[in-house]
């Protein structure tokens, strides 16, 4: 099960209490106070593993508690610390304060380790109280009570490329065409229940991470459909690549417009970032003239068609790629429009040479 939102109260031990204790030996007359300090109460960690992909070990869960140190003994014997809670969570999680939404922790990296409570510190025994004037002190310190935070885990998946889209538009079919994602795919609506991530190799040294989200449609802005409670998802992304029907009822210019929109409503930031756009399903294609359509959305956009071919696009049908050699990389523009057919593999490979060649860009 995929849960990557969940709310608990998390405390650390307290400490344990000081011992009242007095020798009490043969031959030794009048021994005087002996007690121990009480131990450490448990702290509470949080830790980042790679193994880890979801937060559903927490569900169900409200109320996580560290272990209280043990009380001190006689014989100035201090009581045994308890030890550290230690919560692991899955990389791109963020701790957020449940009553302010303040962020606390933003845990990215793997093996990375951050201390979040402190444990109670144990109380001092009797020996601590002798003095002058109180040779036989029969008072010991309680420990230190523990920390509570009432919090919130919410994973934001860590992706270079994120897919934006429609439901039922090719996004799914594309992640596993060109990566190792293993989505279900159906021709209908809303097949992606949860994000996807899939490893998409270039090359034989390099690759990326490109993360496949649930469906945006009108409206999702104002809470309409899946996609809006899953752009969190791509807002750690680099790049964007917006996935747009081109067999859709809809035409190419109104999806593009509609998602633009609606990313903007839900991110200035994220819908400032670098991006390009993939035409899918030209195989299912049933209007009258492809290359016409494809030509006026490149036109409607103020671009041009390209002759470069660097990423050995096939060049059946019109696109459009940032001639990087002669001007600077222009973030308000795609990087590429590139028509794909994930079913017969049209331009499906050299789609992920152009997309590791935007990442650059986005350095």
Request: neutral net charge; contains cysteine; glycine residues 12%.
């Amino acid at each position: 099960m995929f849960i990557d939102s969940v709310k608990f109260t998390v405390s650390s031990g307290k400490g344990g209490q000081g011992c009242t204790s007095f020798r009490r030996e043969k031959f030794v007359v009048k021994g005087g106070p002996d007690g121990g300090d009480g131990g450490k109460g448990g702290d509470v960690y949080f830790q980042v593993d790679n193994n880890t992909d979801t937060l559903s070990w927490y569900k169900g869960r409200t109320v996580l508690k560290a272990e209280n140190g043990k009380q001190g003994m006689g014989r100035r014997m201090t009581g045994k610390s308890a030890p550290a809670l230690t919560l692991i969570v899955p990389p791109g999680t963020q701790v957020i304060d449940a009553n302010t939404n303040e962020v606390l922790l933003d845990l990215l990296n793997e093996g990375e380790k951050v201390k979040f409570l402190e444990g109670g510190k144990g109380g001092l025994g009797n020996i601590h109280f002798k003095n002058s004037k109180n040779q036989r002190p029969t008072y010991a310190q309680p420990g230190l009570p523990g920390l509570t935070r009432d919090i919130k885990l919410e994973l934001k998946l860590i992706a270079d490329v994120g897919l934006v889209g429609y439901p039922n538009v090719g996004k799914s079919t594309l992640i596993s065409t060109v990566s190792n994602a293993e989505p279900e795919i159906a021709n209908y609506e809303f097949t992606t229940l949860t994000p996807k991530l899939g490893v998409v190799e270039v090359g034989e040294y390099n690759s990326f991470v490109m993360a496949d989200i649930p469906g945006i449609i009108d409206g999702a802005s104002e809470g309409r459909g899946l996609g809006i409670e899953f752009l969190k998802h791509i807002e750690r992304t680099k790049t964007l690549l917006f996935t747009i029907d081109v067999s859709n009822h809809r035409k190419i210019t109104e999806q593009f417009e509609i998602l633009k929109e609606e990313l903007a409503k839900f991110s200035v930031e994220l819908s400032g970032r670098n991006y390009a756009i993939a035409l899918t399903k030209i195989d299912a294609y049933y209007g009258e003239d492809l290359n016409k359509d494809i030509k006026e959305f490149i036109e409607s956009l103020s671009l041009e068609t390209s002759n470069s071919n660097e990423f050995g696009f096939d060049t059946t049908f019109p696109y459009y790629i940032q001639d990087l050699s002669l001007s600077r990389f222009d973030k308000t523009k795609p990087f590429f429009i590139l028509p794909i057919s994930s079913v017969t593999h049209l331009n499906t490979k050299s789609i992920g040479y152009a997309l590791y060649e935007l990442l650059g860009q986005s350095k």
